[in-house]
């Protein structure tokens, strides 16, 4: 969920509640109402945290995690994000939505495959 990751995040940065609220020119009980879950952040918010943390949007809404197979062998990148894996190729954002591009582009062939063949 957004507020147990806004947690780690602000975990990792070594912050207090306080501390980080202030940083973002909000309340703690805002912020705190946000890392409880009790309140959802709008877009903007949103953004402010992924600009702040320097992560995506995403990956504060969604968790983006990389999908791994059902192995034991993978168990080591279970909790790696695609932010962490990008930056561990040393891929420029460029690259990434290069691939990013490419991948979609797969993904609508395949299914306009799958779509002719179920014709």
């Keep these: 969920m957004?507020?147990?990751?806004?947690?780690?995040?602000?975990?990792?940065?070594?912050?207090?509640?306080?501390?980080?609220a202030k940083k973002l020119n909000m309340s703690r009980s805002t912020y705190a109402q946000y890392e409880a879950n009790r309140?959802?952040?709008?877009?903007?918010?949103?953004?402010?945290?992924?600009?702040?943390f320097k992560v995506s949007s995403s990956w504060i809404?969604?968790?983006?995690?990389?999908?791994?197979?059902d192995d034991s062998k993978y168990d080591d990148l279970r909790e790696?994000?695609?932010e962490e894996e990008y930056a561990r190729k040393g891929l420029?954002?460029?690259m990434i939505r290069h691939y990013?591009?490419?991948?979609a582009l797969a993904i609508e062939q395949a299914r306009?495959?799958?779509?002719?063949?179920?014709?």
């Design 100 to 103: 990013l591009d490419a991948a």
């Design 80 to 82: 790696v994000t695609l």
């Design 92 to 94: 420029t954002k460029e």
């Design 2 to 20: 957004i507020g147990d990751r806004l947690k780690k995040l602000r975990n990792e940065q070594g912050f207090t509640q306080v501390e980080l």
């Design 61 to 69: 809404i969604y968790g983006s995690k990389l999908p791994i197979p």
């Design 112 to 119: 306009s495959m799958q779509d002719k063949k179920n014709k």
């Design 39 to 52: 309140r959802k952040p709008d877009y903007d918010t949103v953004e402010l945290f992924a600009n702040y």
